[in-house]
């Protein structure tokens, strides 16, 4: 893969290397996909055409699970509550707590983006 030239950054760059990431996002591939997310993302339903193509079932169930901890997580549910509804364990649960509370990551981006008004829980039983 070839290095993709990042802009100059600064600390809060989205360019900024996380030691946690496992994926250097600083190739010109990472640099397409990413391309190609914010192009699907221009309306839902072609949103979810790319990732049907691009994801199995089983990754975007995942996906779908981690963004309901996320939302849990963000309004104070406990870790034992998130892992009997939503099936994800203890450990992936906790990583994405772990991320939240840095507050520098896509987690909290994109729920305040979902949420501007803040994330509020409606119990329909």
């Known amino acids: 893969m070839k290095k993709y030239?990042?802009?100059?950054?600064?600390?809060?760059?989205?360019?900024?290397?996380?030691?946690?990431?496992?994926?250097?996002?600083?190739?010109?591939?990472?640099?397409?996909?990413?391309?190609?997310?914010m192009t699907s993302a221009e309306n839902i339903d072609s949103l979810r055409l790319f990732l049907d193509d691009l994801l199995t079932k089983n990754e975007i169930e995942q996906c779908i699970k981690r963004i309901y901890a996320a939302n849990m997580l963000a309004i104070g549910m406990p870790f034992k509550v998130i892992a009997q509804?939503?099936?994800?364990?203890?450990?992936?649960?906790?990583?994405?707590?772990?991320?939240?509370?840095?507050?520098?990551?896509?987690?909290c981006s994109i729920l305040r983006k979902m949420y501007p008004s803040g994330i509020q829980y409606l119990d329909l039983s």
């Open 5 to 37: 030239k990042r802009p100059p950054q600064d600390n809060d760059s989205p360019w900024a290397i996380d030691p946690d990431t496992l994926i250097n996002w600083n190739t010109m591939d990472a640099h397409r996909l990413a391309k190609a997310f």
């Open 85 to 107: 509804t939503s099936g994800l364990s203890s450990t992936t649960i906790a990583r994405i707590s772990r991320q939240i509370r840095h507050k520098k990551n896509g987690y």
